[in-house]
């Protein structure tokens, strides 16, 4: 059975991707190598931790010296660490660069010189950067436009010229905007309906018809695992839903769910540089057999009950330094 090392564990894929791998492949062994920055949260975790394949690591991919043993023990290594919130690339750009750079190069380095099954780089759509026209496709250029997708651009190409160099079993994923459980309440689902169960105001940017499509978690797990399964080395895969919609849309969905007033949505200034539309063309994965399971509007009510039944995962987030972000972040005017 195979060995994984998963990194960026305790956020919120890595976490849903642990869940899954234990599900389907009850007897693996999981090594979960993460920081625990903010977004990092052991509670993510609680039930599969005490599984007798699981060991977690508390330490940075950019430290040789903790990534190498951990490489060299195991068979795939899959790279899910990350800072991954765009606001706060575009406020402090500085860790971006560190991990999602840097940090995959050691993890490469370690992986060239030890060997590897697989190497699994989770990317995103954002590298492509924003369209208006037609779905990207794995072989458009890249053109990302926050500190966040650029660090992720560097990250997933510095992957593939470990393939075309060293002949390494690299393969890269780019999924869309996934939701579900355990996503850090600062992203636009888990935060917007954890502030209206709150009776808390929801801040839209700019016009609030930005355009992402939303994949539910578990798909996105699906996808990876399929990838790493039937994928080429070498290959990009887009991994996409087909859920195109505004942040008005998500909004309202979220408002007529919980069944809280309109009065809630408050407009804010934009995000700076702010990406109109993501959009996926995501045929090749869908030949090795992949699609999602999931219907927007039932993974959007499963995961808004799943907010609602778990207060006591978000409410102890959303207090300390959580807080302290946010005032710094914008003021919403009554
Ligand atoms: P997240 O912010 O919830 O989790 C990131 C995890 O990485 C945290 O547990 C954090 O502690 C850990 N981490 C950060 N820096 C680290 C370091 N130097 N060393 C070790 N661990 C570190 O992010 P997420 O939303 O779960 O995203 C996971 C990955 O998927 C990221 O690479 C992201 O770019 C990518 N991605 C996310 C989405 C999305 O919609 N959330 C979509 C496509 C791709
Ligand atoms: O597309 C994949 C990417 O999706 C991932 O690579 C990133 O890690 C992930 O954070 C996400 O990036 P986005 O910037 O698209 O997600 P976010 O949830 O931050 O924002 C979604 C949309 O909602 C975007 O148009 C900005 C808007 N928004 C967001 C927040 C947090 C608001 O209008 N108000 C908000 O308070």
Redesign the pocket.
């Known amino acids: 059975m195979q060995t994984f090392l998963i990194t960026g564990g305790a956020g919120f894929i890595g976490s849903n991707f642990i869940r899954y791998l234990f599900k389907k492949y009850e007897h693996c062994k999981i090594i979960n190598l993460d920081k625990l920055t903010y977004a990092g949260n052991p509670d993510n975790l609680k039930g599969v931790d005490a599984h007798p394949g699981y060991r977690f690591v508390k330490g940075d991919i950019c430290a040789e010296k903790i990534v190498e043993p951990l490489v060299q023990e195991a068979d795939v290594v899959i790279n899910f660490a990350?800072e991954?919130?765009?606001?706060r690339s575009i406020g402090k750009p500085d860790d971006f660069i560190r991990t999602d750079v840097f940090g995959t190069f050691v993890l490469l380095e370690a992986a060239r010189k030890f060997g590897i099954e697989k190497f699994i780089q989770i990317s995103?759509?954002?590298v492509y950067g924003s369209t208006l026209g037609e779905s990207f496709r794995e072989t458009d250029p890249l053109m990302p436009s926050?500190p966040?997708?650029a660090s992720?651009a560097g990250a997933d190409r510095l992957a593939f010229s470990y393939f075309v160099t060293y002949d390494m079993p690299v393969l890269i994923t780019r999924?869309?905007?996934?939701f579900g459980p355990y996503q850090y309440p600062?992203?636009?689902?888990p935060?917007?309906v954890t502030n209206a169960l709150e009776n808390n105001k929801?801040?839209?940017?700019?016009d609030?018809k930005?355009?992402?499509?939303w994949i539910y978690v578990e798909d996105h797990c699906r996808a990876i695992d399929v990838v790493l399964r039937k994928g080429s080395n070498g290959e990009v895969y887009n991994i996409g839903a087909g859920n195109e919609k505004n942040?008005l849309e998500?909004t309202r969905f979220i408002l007529d769910k919980l069944g809280k007033p309109d009065k809630l949505m408050t407009y804010?200034p934009d995000?700076l540089g702010?990406?109109r539309r993501?959009s996926l063309d995501w045929d090749k994965i869908k030949r090795l057999g992949w699609q999602p399971q999931h219907s927007f509007a039932d993974a959007m009510t499963r995961t808004i009950d799943w907010y609602q039944n778990n207060r006591w995962w978000w409410e102890e987030i959303k207090s300390g330094e959580y807080l302290e972000y946010y005032k710094n972040h914008y003021t919403i005017e009554e």
């Not at 999924?175 to 996934?178: P, R, T, V």
């Not at 929801?202 to 700019?206: A, D, E, F, M, V």
């Open positions: 990350a991954s919130h765009v606001d995103t759509d954002e926050s966040y997708s992720k999924c869309s905007n996934n600062e992203k636009l689902i935060l917007f929801l801040p839209i940017y700019g609030g930005n355009i992402r499509d942040n998500i804010v995000r702010h990406d993501y």
